[in-house]
């Protein structure tokens, strides 16, 4: 045991290293997926009336991000959770 680390806790290298690649993998699966639905959401919008156009797209574009900004969080925490009890 390491003095001044509870049993079954992460020293601050550690858990900086488990943090940054959780972030990593969190952003990547953030990104694809986010791209994916903006592509979908392009394709199912161009068939909106004229009139309102300009308000679906910026439906579209304020979900796209909220998208983007719960998915990462939400991979980032499993990712977190895996990696830490995957290390050594």
Not at 26 to 41: F, H, M
Not at 53 to 61: D, E, Y
Request: net charge positive; glycine share 6%; aromatic share 6%.
């Amino acid at each position: 045991m390491t003095a001044g680390i509870g049993l079954g806790d992460m020293c601050a290298a550690c858990a900086r290293n488990v943090t940054r690649k959780a972030s990593h993998i969190g952003r990547l699966v953030a990104i694809v997926t986010t791209l994916l639905l903006a592509g979908y959401l392009m394709l199912m919008l161009r068939s909106t009336p004229l009139a309102s156009q300009t308000t679906a797209r910026t439906v579209g574009a304020v979900a796209a991000v909220a998208w983007y900004l719960l998915t990462f969080r939400i991979v980032q925490r499993i990712a977190f959770e895996w990696l830490k009890s995957r290390r050594p």
